[in-house]
């Protein structure tokens, strides 16, 4: 199963709502990331985990709240989010070869902020 | 600041015409990754270079890389409509930070 499953695939929701993006693998893969991507532009980096413990922030404003309770799930908290948050965020696992990582993308998550 | 930069931005080619897209990068780094994203889609793994002088091959893509100009290249041979997307390099800095390029979007024309 090589296989990065994302819930939900569409998501709107209001600046003053909560809601929480999924990401679930079970190749054993311990890294995790969650990356943000704008129409017609890259995914950019947002966070890292590395056998669960987050290892790279970059950045990000703190209405974004990763958590990854377990090995297999990465979870991406949002509260109070602005009209710019709409985009595709996308999870992705990888694992380390002898000389790379591998990365899996999953299909993302359309988040609108109206 | 690490810099991954593509060209060109658009392309618009014939079918069965070859072209070079490129990709460029500011960091010291020996792993290069290309990508492809259909519209509205995640990104599926094209190849992965891992050494200077790398060359991989599938099908009518080819994907090369020269980490002394810090320069990956991306050909197309006989493009085919399938081949329509955009294609995104990446490097890998640090072991686990994945940078991507700013893409290129292809559009192959009958």
């Known amino acids: 199963d090589t296989e990065v499953t994302q819930t939900p695939k569409h998501l709107v929701m209001g600046m003053t709502n909560k809601k929480s993006l999924k990401c679930e693998q079970h190749m054993g893969h311990r890294a995790m990331y969650w990356y943000k991507q704008k129409a017609k532009k890259p995914p950019e980096l947002m966070f890292v985990y590395s056998y669960e413990k987050l290892s790279i922030n970059e950045s990000v404003p703190s209405r974004f709240s990763p958590e990854c309770p377990n090995s297999s799930l990465l979870n991406l908290h949002l509260h109070a989010l602005q009209p710019e948050d709409s985009a595709l965020y996308l999870c992705?696992?990888?694992?380390?070869?002898?000389?790379?990582?591998?990365?899996?993308f999953g299909p993302g998550t359309r988040l609108t902020v109206t | 600041e690490l810099k991954v930069e593509q060209n060109p931005l658009f392309l618009s080619m014939q079918e069965g015409k070859n072209y070079t897209i490129y990709c460029n990068y500011s960091t010291t780094s020996d792993r290069l990754y290309w990508y492809r994203q259909d519209p509205g889609k995640s990104l599926e793994s094209l190849f992965v270079?891992?050494?200077?002088?790398a060359v991989k091959q599938e099908g009518r893509l080819m994907a090369s890389l020269d980490t002394k100009a810090r320069l990956s290249t991306l050909h197309i041979t006989a493009a085919v409509h399938d081949l329509s997307a955009t294609y995104f390099c990446?490097?890998?800095?640090?072991?686990?930070?994945?940078?991507f390029g700013t893409g290129t979007s292809l559009t192959v024309i009958p």
């Open positions: 992705a696992s990888s694992q380390r070869t002898s000389a790379y990582y591998e990365q899996y």
């Open positions: 270079l891992l050494s200077n002088g």
């Open positions: 990446a490097v890998d800095w640090t072991g686990n930070q994945f940078y």
